[in-house]
């Protein structure tokens, strides 16, 4: 009966026939009317789940938090991306452990703006190891998605241009330079 937009984490024992009761990740308080169009991702180590959103409650931008007791409690939510315009995080987990998280953003100047994809590297407890840029600065990059190759790279795919220039393009993109 409200218009909060948080997201919630819940699971099911019995193959989807029921689940647990649904427990907020981060207590943004984020009231849009309407549906974002920007959802979160979710992994998992052997250090427990992993989880990447985007909100503009509290702060807009892209965040990241975890949880080691399925769901029970959560660390509190850390910024990967302040820029407002930070949207569509994917997190995956690394044969290491490791964790490897996308997003897009805004940048650029006010007569050359761009979006541009952000990559960042976390171990494998969610600690901040490196936050660095893929797509190149000369176009406009949306929606990335990555996809691990092995324990030293992943592939970053993306959407570059605008309107009817538009193309699908992708970067193997080593985790440590």
């Known amino acids: 009966a409200d218009s909060v937009r948080d997201m919630e984490y819940c699971y099911s024992t019995d193959t989807g026939r029921t689940f647990s009761v649904p427990v907020r990740i981060s207590r943004d308080n984020w009231v849009v009317d309407g549906c ?10 052997a250090t427990g789940l992993h989880f990447a959103w985007f909100t503009m409650g509290g702060g807009g931008g892209v965040y990241y938090c975890n949880t080691a007791d399925t769901g029970r409690t959560f660390s509190a939510r850390q910024q990967v991306s302040g820029v407002i315009s930070a949207r569509h995080p994917q997190i995956t987990a690394l ?37 660095r840029y893929v797509s190149p600065d000369s176009v406009s990059a949306y929606f990335p998605q990555i996809a691990v190759v092995d324990a030293a790279a992943a592939v970053v795919t993306y959407t570059r241009g605008v309107g009817p220039q538009q193309r699908v393009c992708y970067r193997v993109t080593p985790f440590r330079l």
């Open 95 to 131: 044969p290491t452990g490791d964790l490897a998280l996308v997003w897009d953003e805004g940048g650029g100047t006010a007569t050359r703006p761009r979006q541009r994809i952000g990559l960042q590297m976390r171990g494998p407890a969610g600690l901040l190891l490196s936050t």
């Open 36 to 45: 974002p169009h920007t959802g979160p991702s979710m992994t998992e180590n």
